[in-house]
């Protein structure tokens, strides 16, 4: 008898607004849907917003509320109107600051020469996990894709990686298969609009993820032996 390996890339959804879009994100397959309270993003929702839609999700996908330094009352209100939320801070947070609020949550790396990943990580132990994206002006990685070779190796780090910026079907897979990461994060790269969600595209972008999933695990099938 032989042991299998099944390599599965989480996906995450960021930045709906709109129901159709909501329902579009987990049809094509996504494990997670993030939904931005930060108020000058064109993918902006109000926490009142945020829960309507995400009483649209069905069980065991899970609703992610992005906060960019966000004052306690704005986080309050966004996890009376998400409850069972996991929380993404995408700003200046400090760990503390992160842990205030008592709830799981993805602490966001904006990737650049210099930074050490690794400490990052160390600072940010409570975390579920780090999402790396592009170093931009502002907050958020606008749709670019950094160096991943500036990641470490698979497995180095203390916590999950979430791969994000500028992903689409186009290059995730490449992503999926160089990275390994835990999930990969996209928004943008299923857009026909700013905030306004692809169902094609979403479908395409989960399709690649499989597709890399099902090659890194072939890959790490063991070598079967003949009997004796």
Avoid at 16 to 39: M, N
Avoid at 97 to 122: K, N, Q, T
């Amino acid at each position: 008898m032989s042991s299998e390996f099944v390599h599965r890339t989480r996906i995450k959804v960021c930045g709906l607004t709109r129901e159709a879009d909501v329902d579009a994100a987990v049809e094509a397959g996504a494990d997670a849907i993030g939904f931005v309270l930060y108020d000058k993003s064109p993918r902006h929702v109000s926490a009142e917003r945020a829960g309507v839609l995400a009483r649209r999700l069905p069980p065991f996908v899970t609703p992610v509320v992005l906060l960019v330094n966000a004052d306690a009352d704005l986080r309050q209100r966004a996890l009376d109107a998400v409850p069972d939320a996991l929380l993404q801070f995408h700003g200046d947070e400090t760990a503390a600051e992160c842990a205030a609020a008592s709830r799981p949550y993805l602490r966001a790396a904006r990737m650049a020469p210099g930074l050490d990943l690794a400490d990052f990580a160390r600072q940010f132990a409570g975390a579920q996990a780090l999402l790396v994206d592009a170093h931009v002006e502002g907050y958020g990685g606008g749709g670019q894709v950094f160096d991943w070779a500036l990641l470490p190796q698979p497995g180095q780090l203390p916590l999950p990686l979430v791969l994000s910026g500028g992903l689409h079907a186009g290059n995730v897979g490449e992503g999926v298969r160089r990275v390994r990461p835990w999930a990969v994060d996209v928004s943008s790269g299923v857009e026909a609009g700013k905030g306004l969600k692809d169902a094609a595209l979403l479908r395409a972008f989960c399709r690649a993820v499989r597709l890399a999933d099902a090659e890194v695990s072939s890959l790490a099938q063991p070598l079967l032996t003949p009997a004796a």
